[in-house]
Protein backbone atom coordinates (compact mmCIF):
# COMPACT_ATOMS: atom_id res chain seq x y z
CA UNK A 1 0.00 0.00 0.00
CA UNK A 2 1.50 3.36 -1.07
CA UNK A 3 2.04 5.58 1.75
CA UNK A 4 0.54 9.36 1.22
CA UNK A 5 2.09 11.39 3.63
CA UNK A 6 0.57 15.07 4.81
CA UNK A 7 3.39 17.72 4.73
CA UNK A 8 4.00 20.70 7.44
CA UNK A 9 1.05 22.57 7.55
CA UNK A 10 2.54 26.18 8.55
CA UNK A 11 -0.24 28.59 10.56
CA UNK A 12 0.46 32.33 11.16
CA UNK A 13 -1.62 34.73 12.63
CA UNK A 14 -4.87 35.32 10.69
CA UNK A 15 -4.97 38.40 8.18
CA UNK A 16 -8.40 39.10 8.73
CA UNK A 17 -10.87 40.04 5.94
CA UNK A 18 -11.96 44.10 6.67
CA UNK A 19 -15.37 42.46 6.04
CA UNK A 20 -16.30 39.05 7.21
CA UNK A 21 -16.67 36.60 5.12
CA UNK A 22 -20.11 34.62 5.42
CA UNK A 23 -19.80 30.64 6.87
CA UNK A 24 -19.72 28.74 3.84
CA UNK A 25 -21.51 25.76 3.36
CA UNK A 26 -20.42 24.57 -0.15
CA UNK A 27 -19.86 21.13 -1.20
CA UNK A 28 -16.86 19.97 -2.96
CA UNK A 29 -15.74 16.50 -3.71
CA UNK A 30 -14.30 13.49 -2.14
CA UNK A 31 -10.32 12.83 -1.69
CA UNK A 32 -8.15 10.59 0.50
CA UNK A 33 -7.81 11.69 3.82
CA UNK A 34 -5.20 12.41 6.39
CA UNK A 35 -5.74 11.69 10.11
CA UNK A 36 -8.54 9.64 9.32
CA UNK A 37 -10.29 7.04 12.33
CA UNK A 38 -8.67 9.37 15.09
CA UNK A 39 -10.20 11.65 17.58
CA UNK A 40 -9.27 15.27 17.43
CA UNK A 41 -5.78 15.50 17.57
CA UNK A 42 -3.81 18.67 19.59
CA UNK A 43 -3.64 21.68 17.89
CA UNK A 44 -0.72 23.84 18.39
CA UNK A 45 -2.11 25.93 20.51
CA UNK A 46 -2.77 29.97 19.18
CA UNK A 47 -3.77 31.17 22.18
CA UNK A 48 -1.17 33.00 24.19
CA UNK A 49 -1.92 34.85 27.09
CA UNK A 50 -5.23 35.56 26.37
CA UNK A 51 -5.02 36.32 22.47
CA UNK A 52 -4.52 34.46 19.27
CA UNK A 53 -0.42 33.93 19.32
CA UNK A 54 0.95 36.14 16.02
CA UNK A 55 3.86 33.42 16.58
CA UNK A 56 3.99 30.72 13.66
CA UNK A 57 2.58 27.56 14.70
CA UNK A 58 2.87 24.51 12.75
CA UNK A 59 0.82 21.02 12.34
CA UNK A 60 2.26 17.62 11.39
CA UNK A 61 -0.16 14.41 10.25
CA UNK A 62 0.28 11.56 9.19
CA UNK A 63 -1.80 8.95 6.88
CA UNK A 64 -1.59 6.96 4.72
CA UNK A 65 -3.50 6.64 1.06
CA UNK A 66 -6.99 4.56 1.79
CA UNK A 67 -8.35 1.90 -0.78
CA UNK A 68 -11.54 2.94 -2.89
CA UNK A 69 -10.69 6.86 -3.40
CA UNK A 70 -11.46 9.06 -5.85
CA UNK A 71 -9.78 10.07 -8.62
CA UNK A 72 -8.07 13.73 -8.57
CA UNK A 73 -10.11 16.63 -9.39
CA UNK A 74 -9.28 20.25 -9.95
CA UNK A 75 -10.89 22.91 -7.01
CA UNK A 76 -13.07 24.81 -8.76
CA UNK A 77 -11.89 28.36 -10.01
CA UNK A 78 -12.85 30.02 -6.49
CA UNK A 79 -11.02 27.04 -4.36
CA UNK A 80 -13.79 24.63 -3.57
CA UNK A 81 -13.10 21.05 -3.53
CA UNK A 82 -14.85 18.99 -6.56
CA UNK A 83 -16.42 15.59 -5.43
CA UNK A 84 -19.38 13.32 -6.47
CA UNK A 85 -22.22 12.25 -4.39
CA UNK A 86 -20.77 8.46 -3.34
CA UNK A 87 -17.37 9.29 -3.56
CA UNK A 88 -14.99 8.64 -0.18
CA UNK A 89 -13.69 11.35 1.70
CA UNK A 90 -10.86 8.64 3.19
CA UNK A 91 -11.91 5.54 3.57
CA UNK A 92 -13.86 6.09 6.72
CA UNK A 93 -16.62 9.03 5.15
CA UNK A 94 -18.97 8.53 2.19
CA UNK A 95 -20.38 11.44 0.69
CA UNK A 96 -24.22 11.16 0.80
CA UNK A 97 -25.34 14.94 0.33
CA UNK A 98 -25.02 18.33 0.23
CA UNK A 99 -26.26 20.05 3.26
CA UNK A 100 -25.17 23.94 1.94
CA UNK A 101 -22.48 26.24 0.18
CA UNK A 102 -21.09 29.31 1.21
CA UNK A 103 -18.09 31.66 0.95
CA UNK A 104 -16.17 29.96 3.56
CA UNK A 105 -16.33 26.21 2.04
CA UNK A 106 -18.90 23.53 1.88
CA UNK A 107 -20.60 21.07 4.61
CA UNK A 108 -21.45 17.51 3.36
CA UNK A 109 -23.81 14.78 5.05
CA UNK A 110 -21.28 11.68 5.06
CA UNK A 111 -21.64 8.54 6.55
CA UNK A 112 -19.65 7.62 9.22
CA UNK A 113 -18.28 4.15 8.75
CA UNK A 114 -16.65 3.63 12.40
CA UNK A 115 -18.70 5.24 14.40
CA UNK A 116 -21.91 4.42 12.13
CA UNK A 117 -23.37 7.53 11.96
CA UNK A 118 -24.34 10.66 9.64
CA UNK A 119 -21.88 14.04 10.38
CA UNK A 120 -21.26 16.81 8.69
CA UNK A 121 -18.24 17.56 7.37
CA UNK A 122 -17.05 21.35 6.72
CA UNK A 123 -14.20 21.12 3.73
CA UNK A 124 -12.75 24.40 3.63
CA UNK A 125 -11.61 26.24 0.27
CA UNK A 126 -7.90 25.25 -0.17
CA UNK A 127 -6.88 29.02 -0.14
CA UNK A 128 -4.79 29.95 2.35
CA UNK A 129 -6.78 32.73 4.60
CA UNK A 130 -9.75 30.24 4.60
CA UNK A 131 -7.17 27.70 5.78
CA UNK A 132 -6.06 29.48 8.67
CA UNK A 133 -9.17 30.81 9.69
CA UNK A 134 -10.04 27.33 9.72
CA UNK A 135 -7.15 26.12 12.08
CA UNK A 136 -7.92 28.70 14.48
CA UNK A 137 -11.66 27.46 14.30
CA UNK A 138 -10.30 23.96 15.06
CA UNK A 139 -8.34 25.46 18.26
CA UNK A 140 -11.52 27.39 19.27
CA UNK A 141 -13.28 23.97 19.25
CA UNK A 142 -10.93 21.93 21.41
CA UNK A 143 -10.64 24.61 23.67
CA UNK A 144 -14.57 24.89 24.12
CA UNK A 145 -15.12 21.31 23.66
CA UNK A 146 -12.52 20.93 26.89
CA UNK A 147 -15.02 22.82 29.02
CA UNK A 148 -18.23 21.72 27.76
CA UNK A 149 -18.30 18.23 28.87
CA UNK A 150 -21.74 17.68 27.95
CA UNK A 151 -21.55 19.37 24.47
CA UNK A 152 -24.94 21.45 25.06
CA UNK A 153 -24.05 25.10 24.06
CA UNK A 154 -21.48 24.66 21.00
CA UNK A 155 -21.60 22.16 17.75
CA UNK A 156 -19.47 19.69 19.08
CA UNK A 157 -16.25 18.70 16.60
CA UNK A 158 -15.63 14.60 15.98
CA UNK A 159 -12.30 15.24 14.29
CA UNK A 160 -10.45 17.13 11.92
CA UNK A 161 -8.16 16.14 8.43
CA UNK A 162 -5.99 18.05 5.89
CA UNK A 163 -7.24 16.31 2.45
CA UNK A 164 -5.65 17.34 -1.07
CA UNK A 165 -5.14 20.61 0.59
CA UNK A 166 -8.18 20.78 2.19
CA UNK A 167 -9.37 21.38 5.68
CA UNK A 168 -12.46 18.60 6.45
CA UNK A 169 -13.54 19.61 10.05
CA UNK A 170 -16.22 16.26 10.80
CA UNK A 171 -19.01 17.75 13.29
CA UNK A 172 -22.06 15.45 14.73
CA UNK A 173 -25.17 16.11 12.60
CA UNK A 174 -27.47 18.62 13.56
CA UNK A 175 -30.33 20.16 12.16
CA UNK A 176 -31.42 23.21 10.11
CA UNK A 177 -30.27 26.47 11.03
CA UNK A 178 -32.83 29.03 12.61
CA UNK A 179 -32.65 30.76 9.47
CA UNK A 180 -33.12 27.96 7.09
CA UNK A 181 -36.03 27.32 9.51
CA UNK A 182 -37.61 30.89 8.91
CA UNK A 183 -36.77 30.56 5.22
CA UNK A 184 -38.87 27.38 4.95
CA UNK A 185 -41.46 28.71 6.86
CA UNK A 186 -41.97 31.50 4.79
CA UNK A 187 -40.32 34.25 7.45
CA UNK A 188 -43.29 33.51 10.02
CA UNK A 189 -42.22 33.62 13.24
CA UNK A 190 -41.25 31.60 16.40
CA UNK A 191 -44.10 30.80 18.86
CA UNK A 192 -43.01 33.34 22.02
CA UNK A 193 -42.17 30.35 24.52
CA UNK A 194 -39.69 29.26 21.54
CA UNK A 195 -38.16 32.71 21.61
CA UNK A 196 -37.51 32.31 25.00
CA UNK A 197 -35.79 28.71 24.96
CA UNK A 198 -33.60 29.47 22.01
CA UNK A 199 -32.71 33.02 23.80
CA UNK A 200 -31.91 31.49 26.80
CA UNK A 201 -29.52 28.39 25.29
CA UNK A 202 -27.87 31.67 22.94
CA UNK A 203 -27.48 33.73 25.81
CA UNK A 204 -26.24 30.20 28.35
CA UNK A 205 -23.89 30.10 25.36
CA UNK A 206 -22.35 33.68 24.88
CA UNK A 207 -21.68 33.85 28.56
CA UNK A 208 -20.02 30.56 28.33
CA UNK A 209 -17.82 31.60 25.76
CA UNK A 210 -17.48 35.18 27.73
CA UNK A 211 -15.98 33.11 30.59
CA UNK A 212 -13.30 31.57 28.74
CA UNK A 213 -12.33 35.41 27.26
CA UNK A 214 -13.60 34.47 23.74
CA UNK A 215 -15.83 36.91 21.51
CA UNK A 216 -18.11 34.61 18.92
CA UNK A 217 -18.33 38.25 16.42
CA UNK A 218 -20.36 36.49 14.06
CA UNK A 219 -23.95 35.67 16.00
CA UNK A 220 -26.96 35.80 13.37
CA UNK A 221 -29.79 33.21 12.94
CA UNK A 222 -27.39 31.10 10.10
CA UNK A 223 -25.14 30.05 13.23
CA UNK A 224 -27.16 28.84 15.47
CA UNK A 225 -28.82 25.28 14.45
CA UNK A 226 -31.53 23.43 15.65
CA UNK A 227 -30.24 20.07 16.94
CA UNK A 228 -33.16 18.34 15.61
CA UNK A 229 -34.88 19.05 12.09
CA UNK A 230 -38.54 17.57 13.95
CA UNK A 231 -41.24 19.83 13.79
CA UNK A 232 -45.22 19.82 13.73
CA UNK A 233 -47.46 21.76 11.89
CA UNK A 234 -50.16 24.11 13.32
CA UNK A 235 -52.69 26.48 12.49
CA UNK A 236 -51.48 29.91 12.04
CA UNK A 237 -54.34 32.08 13.34
CA UNK A 238 -52.57 35.19 12.37
CA UNK A 239 -53.56 34.00 8.96
CA UNK A 240 -56.63 33.06 9.75
CA UNK A 241 -58.48 34.33 6.53
CA UNK A 242 -57.09 31.47 4.76
CA UNK A 243 -58.94 28.38 4.33
CA UNK A 244 -57.40 25.38 5.96
CA UNK A 245 -57.08 23.32 2.58
CA UNK A 246 -54.56 26.15 2.08
CA UNK A 247 -51.65 25.16 2.91
CA UNK A 248 -50.19 28.25 3.85
CA UNK A 249 -52.75 28.24 6.50
CA UNK A 250 -50.51 26.23 8.47
CA UNK A 251 -46.68 26.96 9.41
CA UNK A 252 -44.23 24.97 11.07
CA UNK A 253 -43.21 24.90 14.76
CA UNK A 254 -40.14 22.96 15.77
CA UNK A 255 -40.26 19.73 18.23
CA UNK A 256 -37.91 20.73 20.48
CA UNK A 257 -35.79 24.25 20.62
CA UNK A 258 -32.38 22.82 21.67
CA UNK A 259 -30.24 24.49 19.71
CA UNK A 260 -26.58 24.90 19.13
CA UNK A 261 -24.01 27.88 17.58
CA UNK A 262 -21.60 27.37 15.11
CA UNK A 263 -19.24 28.94 13.44
CA UNK A 264 -15.82 29.93 15.19
CA UNK A 265 -13.54 30.75 12.18
CA UNK A 266 -13.92 34.14 13.48
CA UNK A 267 -13.91 33.97 17.30
CA UNK A 268 -11.21 36.10 18.90
CA UNK A 269 -9.81 36.22 22.50
CA UNK A 270 -10.06 39.42 24.09
CA UNK A 271 -7.71 41.73 23.70
CA UNK A 272 -7.52 46.08 23.50
CA UNK A 273 -8.29 48.27 20.53
CA UNK A 274 -9.75 45.66 18.32
CA UNK A 275 -11.11 47.94 15.67
CA UNK A 276 -11.69 45.76 12.06
CA UNK A 277 -15.17 45.09 10.97
CA UNK A 278 -16.69 42.45 12.60
CA UNK A 279 -20.44 40.53 12.54
CA UNK A 280 -22.66 40.38 9.47
CA UNK A 281 -24.18 43.22 8.51
CA UNK A 282 -28.01 43.56 9.95
CA UNK A 283 -25.96 42.05 13.58
CA UNK A 284 -23.34 44.66 13.74
CA UNK A 285 -23.53 46.59 17.14
CA UNK A 286 -22.77 50.65 16.77
CA UNK A 287 -19.75 50.41 18.23
CA UNK A 288 -18.13 48.53 15.52
CA UNK A 289 -20.18 50.72 12.89
CA UNK A 290 -18.75 54.01 14.64
CA UNK A 291 -15.57 52.82 14.99
CA UNK A 292 -15.16 52.88 18.36
CA UNK A 293 -13.94 49.92 19.52
CA UNK A 294 -15.43 46.71 20.41
CA UNK A 295 -15.17 43.62 23.05
CA UNK A 296 -17.72 41.36 24.61
CA UNK A 297 -21.15 43.58 23.88
CA UNK A 298 -20.90 43.04 19.92
CA UNK A 299 -22.14 39.78 20.98
CA UNK A 300 -25.01 40.60 23.07
CA UNK A 301 -26.33 43.06 20.67
CA UNK A 302 -26.77 40.36 17.88
CA UNK A 303 -28.25 38.32 20.08
CA UNK A 304 -31.07 41.19 20.76
CA UNK A 305 -31.34 41.23 16.61
CA UNK A 306 -31.43 37.60 16.61
CA UNK A 307 -34.32 37.61 19.02
CA UNK A 308 -36.30 40.65 17.69
CA UNK A 309 -36.18 38.46 14.09
CA UNK A 310 -37.05 35.24 15.63
CA UNK A 311 -40.41 37.05 17.03
CA UNK A 312 -40.78 38.88 13.82
CA UNK A 313 -39.53 36.39 11.32
CA UNK A 314 -37.99 39.23 9.78
CA UNK A 315 -34.32 41.10 10.56
CA UNK A 316 -34.70 43.93 12.46
CA UNK A 317 -32.57 46.18 9.93
CA UNK A 318 -32.46 45.18 6.37
CA UNK A 319 -29.80 47.41 4.87
CA UNK A 320 -26.65 47.37 3.21
CA UNK A 321 -25.58 50.64 4.10
CA UNK A 322 -23.75 52.13 6.87
CA UNK A 323 -25.22 55.53 7.46
CA UNK A 324 -28.91 53.86 6.43
CA UNK A 325 -28.13 51.28 9.39
CA UNK A 326 -27.68 53.90 12.03
CA UNK A 327 -30.73 55.88 11.01
CA UNK A 328 -32.64 52.54 11.56
CA UNK A 329 -31.33 51.79 15.18
CA UNK A 330 -32.19 55.69 15.91
CA UNK A 331 -35.82 55.00 14.23
CA UNK A 332 -36.35 51.73 16.19
CA UNK A 333 -34.28 52.71 19.52
CA UNK A 334 -34.17 56.33 20.25
CA UNK A 335 -31.31 58.78 19.34
CA UNK A 336 -27.90 58.04 19.54
CA UNK A 337 -25.68 59.09 22.92
CA UNK A 338 -23.89 62.75 22.23
CA UNK A 339 -20.97 60.89 23.55
CA UNK A 340 -20.74 58.32 21.08
CA UNK A 341 -21.07 60.37 18.15
CA UNK A 342 -18.35 62.53 19.78
CA UNK A 343 -15.72 59.51 19.14
CA UNK A 344 -16.36 58.24 16.14
CA UNK A 345 -13.37 57.33 14.07
CA UNK A 346 -11.65 59.50 11.10
CA UNK A 347 -14.16 56.48 9.01
CA UNK A 348 -16.90 57.12 10.51
CA UNK A 349 -17.28 61.01 10.65
CA UNK A 350 -19.30 61.55 7.58
CA UNK A 351 -22.29 60.01 9.54
CA UNK A 352 -21.97 62.99 12.20
CA UNK A 353 -22.60 66.22 11.36
CA UNK A 354 -23.43 69.41 14.36
CA UNK A 355 -22.78 66.63 16.86
CA UNK A 356 -26.01 64.74 15.56
CA UNK A 357 -26.50 61.68 12.63
CA UNK A 358 -26.68 63.72 9.65
CA UNK A 359 -29.85 62.09 8.42
CA UNK A 360 -32.20 62.26 6.46
CA UNK A 361 -29.60 64.90 5.00
CA UNK A 362 -27.23 62.49 4.04
CA UNK A 363 -29.26 59.88 2.87
CA UNK A 364 -27.82 58.30 -0.48
CA UNK A 365 -31.53 58.19 -1.89
CA UNK A 366 -35.39 58.70 -1.34
CA UNK A 367 -36.03 55.08 -1.05
CA UNK A 368 -33.63 54.77 2.12
CA UNK A 369 -35.28 57.59 3.83
CA UNK A 370 -38.65 55.43 3.15
CA UNK A 371 -37.19 52.59 4.10
CA UNK A 372 -36.18 53.90 7.88
CA UNK A 373 -39.59 56.01 8.13
CA UNK A 374 -41.00 52.93 7.77
CA UNK A 375 -39.89 51.46 11.10
CA UNK A 376 -41.43 50.99 14.09
CA UNK A 377 -40.80 51.64 17.29
CA UNK A 378 -38.85 48.47 19.16
CA UNK A 379 -42.15 48.44 21.35
CA UNK A 380 -44.69 48.97 18.66
CA UNK A 381 -42.56 46.13 16.91
CA UNK A 382 -42.58 43.66 19.33
CA UNK A 383 -46.38 44.29 20.80
CA UNK A 384 -47.24 43.35 16.76
CA UNK A 385 -46.09 40.12 16.88
CA UNK A 386 -46.14 38.99 20.74
CA UNK A 387 -49.48 37.84 21.97
CA UNK A 388 -47.41 37.09 26.15
CA UNK A 389 -44.49 38.13 28.03
CA UNK A 390 -44.27 41.12 25.55
CA UNK A 391 -43.67 43.64 28.30
CA UNK A 392 -40.82 41.81 29.87
CA UNK A 393 -39.56 40.82 26.33
CA UNK A 394 -39.22 44.54 25.48
CA UNK A 395 -37.85 45.48 28.64
CA UNK A 396 -35.02 42.49 27.91
CA UNK A 397 -34.57 43.44 24.52
CA UNK A 398 -33.77 47.55 25.88
CA UNK A 399 -30.99 46.23 27.96
CA UNK A 400 -29.53 43.81 25.24
CA UNK A 401 -29.73 46.63 22.37
CA UNK A 402 -28.43 49.92 24.30
CA UNK A 403 -26.04 51.68 21.94
CA UNK A 404 -23.27 52.12 24.27
CA UNK A 405 -21.59 48.96 24.95
CA UNK A 406 -20.50 49.81 28.43
CA UNK A 407 -24.17 49.99 29.54
CA UNK A 408 -25.63 47.26 27.65
CA UNK A 409 -26.72 43.81 29.67
CA UNK A 410 -24.04 41.58 29.65
CA UNK A 411 -25.33 37.89 28.63
CA UNK A 412 -24.91 36.51 32.49
CA UNK A 413 -26.95 39.71 33.36
CA UNK A 414 -29.49 38.73 30.75
CA UNK A 415 -30.35 34.99 31.62
CA UNK A 416 -31.46 36.98 35.12
CA UNK A 417 -33.96 38.75 33.54
CA UNK A 418 -37.80 38.13 34.44
CA UNK A 419 -38.26 37.02 30.93
CA UNK A 420 -36.37 33.91 31.29
CA UNK A 421 -38.46 33.30 34.91
CA UNK A 422 -39.23 30.02 35.26
CA UNK A 423 -43.49 30.71 36.07
CA UNK A 424 -44.25 32.28 32.65
CA UNK A 425 -47.55 30.96 31.25
CA UNK A 426 -46.92 28.38 28.41
CA UNK A 427 -49.58 28.22 25.67
Not at 2 to 28: N, S
Amino acid sequence: MEMEHVTIFPITHLDRPRKRPRFGWDVPQAQVGNFCGQEVGNVASYASSGAISDHTSSLFVKGVAQNGSPPWREDDKDGHYMFALGDNLTSRYKIHNKMGEGTFGQVLECWDRERKEMVAIKIVRGIKKYKEAAMIEIEVLQQLGKHDKGGNRCVQIRNWFDYRNHICIVFEKLGPSLYDFLRKNNYRSFPIDHVREIGRQLLECVAFMHDLHMIHTDLKPENILLVSSDYVKVPDYKNSTRSPKDSSYYKRVPKSSAIKVIDFGSTTYERQDQNYIVSTRHYRAPEVILGLGWSYPCDVWSVGCILVELCTGEALFQTHENLEHLAMMERVLGPMPQNMLKRVDRHAEKFVRRGRLDWPEGAASRESIKAVLKLPRLQNLVMQHVDHSAGDLIHLLQGLLRYDPMDRLTAREALRHPFFAKDHRRI
